[in-house]
Structure formats: C-alpha cells, structure tokens
C-alpha cells in the first residue's frame, strides 16, 4: 500500500504516504533530476561527466533552497496558500539557466518533494492539478532562457498573457447577468483582474529587459491558472459568501502568488541581485 487514508481535524479525509509510498516518490525525484540532467546537456551542447555532475548539482541545490525558502512564510493564509521568501524564483532558475524541458522536470520533482513532506490530498486528481501540473508549471522560466530579447517574442508571451486573463473575465463574469447582491464581490474580482493583466504585459514584454524577470513572470502565471483550477474543481465549498467557486480561487490564489511574485520582482530589480544572478548563471552553465 502507498498511501494510508486518513481524517483529519477538520473532517477531510487526507491521503498520507506510507513508507513504501515515500521510498517511491524519493526515486521519481532521483529519475526526474537524471533526465533533467540529460536534457541540460542538451541544452549547452556539452556533455562531460563533470558538466553533468554540476548541472545535477545546481538541480538539486534548487530544489533544497526552493524547500527551505518555502518554511520562511512572510504570511499564511488558514485555509491554504502562502506568501513565501522567494520559494518560486528558486525553483524557477534551473529552466532559466538550462531550457523549459529542464526547468519542467525540476519543478515536477519539486512538487512531489512538497507533497512528500508537507501533503495535502482529498482526491487523486487535486495531486496531479497541486503537486505536478502547477509546480511543474514554474518550469515555464525556460522559454526565457536562450531568448535573445526579440520584441516580436515579448509581444506574442505578453499578449497571449493578456488574452487568457481577457478570456477569463469575459468568461466567468459577463457571461450572465450580475445582481445587485454581488455587484461588489464581481467589481472587485475584475478590478483585480484588471490589474493583474497590466502589471504582468508591462512587466514582461516592455519595462523590464530582464529575461529572469520575464521568464519568471510567465512560470508564476502557469502555476497561478492550475492553482484556479485545483482551487474551482476542489476547493469551492470554502468560497466566501456570495462567492461562487470560480470567482473565489481567482481572487484567494492570486492574493497570494501574486503577492509573493510581486516581491520577487522588486527583489529582482536591485542591481547587486542582478548582478550575482548572472554570475550564478555563468556557473551554471559553463559560459
């Protein structure tokens, strides 16, 4: 048996790994860090012995900060989600410093680690949409990562960005009409909305000429959409009053990515980091 069933204080009932459960998520991790090393060779076009034990060991080490960071909560919110120290932007660097496949794999193994550690699982697909979809989603850092800062590419990353938050509001708010009781709440959901829309295309595609910065903004808004879904698909019962489901994991799960991808950015935007970032990049990968 892999997982023991288990209620927990709320009267949820959790499924929790078993020994043999935690031996077999450790060797995914082992066989993802392997395949993202293969594909990093791939990458930079080397493939020595020692380029690949040090592409492991920047994997690896990424994943431990990613962890670590991600016990500093600068604020935690009671029904799930927290605003982290930069756990994100860890997590990020191994797509930016090796390709989007690499930066995938890390992010899945990243996702299983968290799920070894601190699990929390009502249904065997909120796992797949949590743990692998949205971690694995931070691996998006990589289409950044050989960009050579084409404007015709910024253009098409932050439009299509755009497109899918138009969508979503189109969608989700004007697609039956608003009573008067909830005018407020849904005001509220596409002011949000609004905001998010423009601070990400400005941020990506025509301020900053930063393709860490763009790279990991494109990765927060991946992990950002599978958090809606899990959020729409399971957790809807704890939407607020005069909420519905949808509307309310927009709102809950961008408070909080966004939150923490907002002091990243700033993080980001100060010269010394900058400055260490590309040298921690010219370690990475050889240049």
């Not at 997982?3 to 020994?19: A, H, I, Q, S």
């Not at 592409?55 to 994943?63: D, G, N, T, Y």
């Not at 990589?142 to 299509?160: E, W």
């Not at 909420?243 to 010394?272: D, H, K, M, Q, R």
Request: with cysteine; proline share 3%; hydrophobic share 55%.
């Amino acid at each position: 048996m892999l997982y023991n069933v288990v209620v927990n204080d709320w009267g949820e009932t959790t499924y929790v790994p078993t020994l043999a459960g935690k031996i077999l998520l450790v060797i995914l991790i082992v066989a993802l860090l392997g395949l993202a090393v293969v594909l990093a060779g791939k990458h930079t076009g080397k493939r020595t012995l020692k380029l690949t034990s040090k592409q492991l060991a920047f994997c690896a080490m990424c994943l431990a900060l990613g962890t670590l960071l991600s016990y500093v909560k600068l604020f935690h919110f009671p029904t799930g989600g927290s605003i982290t120290l930069l756990s994100m932007l860890a997590v990020c660097l191994p797509g930016y410093w090796f390709g989007a496949g690499v930066g995938i794999l890390t992010g899945v193994a990243y996702g299983i680690l968290q799920m070894l550690i601190d699990p929390y699982i009502l249904y065997p697909t909120q796992l797949v949409v949590d743990y692998i979809l949205a971690f694995g989603a931070l691996g998006l850092s990589g289409l950044f990562a050989k960009s050579d800062g084409s404007k015709v590419k910024n253009y098409i990353v932050s439009t299509g960005i755009g497109y899918i938050f138009a969508m979503l509001s189109g969608l989700f708010l004007f697609s039956n009409p608003i009573d008067s009781e909830s005018s407020l709440n849904y005001n509220l959901l596409f002011a949000i909305l609004f905001i998010i829309l423009y601070v990400t295309v400005i941020v990506i595609g025509f301020v900053v000429k930063d393709n860490l910065i763009r790279g990991y903004t494109v990765a927060v808004v991946g992990r950002y959409a599978f958090a809606v879904l899990s959020g729409y698909l399971f957790f809807g019962t704890y939407a607020w009053d005069g909420w519905g489901a949808l509307p309310y994991s927009l709102v809950y799960n961008a408070i909080y990515i966004f939150a923490e991808a907002a002091v990243t950015v700033v993080i980001l935007l100060l010269p010394p980091v900058r400055k260490a970032m590309a040298t921690i990049k010219r370690l990475a990968c050889g240049e």
